[in-house]
């Protein structure tokens, strides 16, 4: 059992930055990969980005590719998502997600989910 808690959502105008921190329980967090996904109201939850398990290796979603960071601490159990440039498109539920294995862009595919947090961006 892995627990995800998100830490670090909160308003911010357009063009500023936000970091978002994942903290997991548990002593198996490296076997792992981490996964962020975000959800706007009406909209079905989409992949945003993930990170393999010693996080050599990153994966972006088209509209987040060179504005947002994905990295992690093994040592601290501890998954981030740094924002930066943000848009209005951003504003959305931002949860984490961790994966055994599978396809890493897919929602139905992570094992366990944080219960998100919100994040919101002002025009």
């Known amino acids: 059992q892995v627990q995800l808690v998100e830490y670090g959502g909160g308003l911010v105008q357009a063009g500023g930055s936000l970091r978002l921190s994942c903290a997991a329980s548990?002593?198996?967090?490296?076997?792992?990969?981490m996964g962020w996904f975000r959800q706007a109201p009406g909209k079905e939850r989409e992949f945003v980005a993930a990170i393999t398990l010693s996080g050599i290796n990153t994966y972006y979603a088209y509209s987040v590719k060179g504005r947002f960071t994905i990295s992690r601490d093994n040592a601290k159990n501890t998954v981030y998502l740094q924002m930066s440039s943000l848009k209005s498109d951003d504003t959305a539920v931002y949860y984490c997600a961790a994966q055994s294995r599978g396809d890493m862009y897919r929602a139905t595919e992570y094992d366990y989910w944080g219960q998100g947090t919100q994040v919101t961006v002002s025009s």
């Open positions: 548990g002593r198996t967090f490296s076997s792992y990969r």
